[in-house]
Structure formats: C-alpha cells, structure tokens
C-alpha cells in the first residue's frame, strides 16, 4: 500500500455524509450513531485520504450479518482484526477510500478514546499540526511501507491519545 498525506480535503466530510448514510441504511435499526473519525474529521489536519467511520450499534455480533451487504458497498469484511469487540470493513484495497470501525454501544473504552482524539485534535490546531507535520514526513520517508510509518507515529499517537482522554475526562477544559 503507498502511503500518501495530503492537505486536508474540504470534501472529505461530504465523503464521509455520502457513506454513513449507505451505511445507515445496511445497519437499520442496529444503528445508534455514526461518527466521522480519524484525522479525515480534523478540519486543517494533513491526512491520508482514507475516511475513518465508527458506527456504534446496539449488538456486535449481529454485524456479522451484514457482511454480505457490506460487501456490495465494496467493503472487505475483516472481522475484529486484532482488536476485540470491533468489527472492521475497509474498502478500495491498495488505494483504500474507507474504513469503518464499528463498536458495540457499551464499550466505551474503544468509542471514547476515538472521539476524545478527534475532539481534542479540533480543539487544539497546534497538536493537529504537530501530527500533520509528522505523518506527512513519514509518507515521505516510508512511501511504500505502511508499516513502517504506522511504527514511526506510534509514540506520538500513544502520547496524543494519553493527553486527549485526560483533556476528555477533566471536561475538554485543558
């Protein structure tokens, strides 16, 4: 997979609304709420062109019927891929456009931790640009290795993560 970083995109959140609402459709009354995620949801932020969606469903194991349907959308159905209680769905292959985290309503650990980075990155244009900077570095050293650019901000995402769940939990006051 190449690892592209671009300036932000105005139409990524239009991207986002398009699909959500196909998804909606396939989820039915599974569906609690659907949320843009990742740094594609982060006005300003340099990102890969990659629309992160987190669907936040009443039962996780009634996802896996979906599959088929999802599968018509164009979506890989991965299952949990390496982390419980999620299912994942990721679409355009080597040139992926999309990828959908789904979480079931009571694990709040997964579903807090991704909306406090998107918050807490909205909120704070300097950490989003520390981060943009970054990934953008890295494309540039590690083009075809996504590994190794996963690798090289795996600290700062850690770090990222630690500062905007304490900046959550204190109110989004810090």
């Known amino acids: 997979m190449n ?3 671009t300036k932000y995109n105005d139409n990524w959140k239009q991207k986002f609304s398009e699909e959500s609402l196909k998804i909606k ?3 039915g009354d599974e569906l609690i709420d659907i949320h843009h995620i990742g740094s594609t949801s982060v006005p300003g932020l340099k990102s890969k062109p990659i629309i992160d969606i987190m669907p936040v469903v009443k039962d996780i194991e009634k996802i896996d019927s979906f599959n088929v349907r999802m599968e018509q959308l164009g979506y890989e159905c991965m299952g949990e891929l390496g982390m419980k209680g999620r299912r994942y769905f990721r679409k355009g292959g080597d040139n992926r456009t999309h990828q959908v985290h789904v979480f079931q309503r009571n694990n709040k650990e997964d579903i807090t931790r991704h909306l406090a980075v998107r918050d807490y990155l909205r909120m704070h244009s300097d950490e989003a640009s520390r981060y943009g900077d970054l990934k953008e ?5 590690f083009p075809r290795d996504i590994e190794a650019y996963m690798d090289g901000k795996d600290a700062f995402v850690k770090e990222l993560e630690r500062k905007a769940l304490n900046w959550y939990k204190m109110g989004k006051e810090l």
Do not use: D, N, R, Y
């Open 3 to 5: 690892v592209v970083v």
């Open 25 to 27: 459709e396939i989820f």
């Open 137 to 141: 570095s890295l494309a540039k050293q």
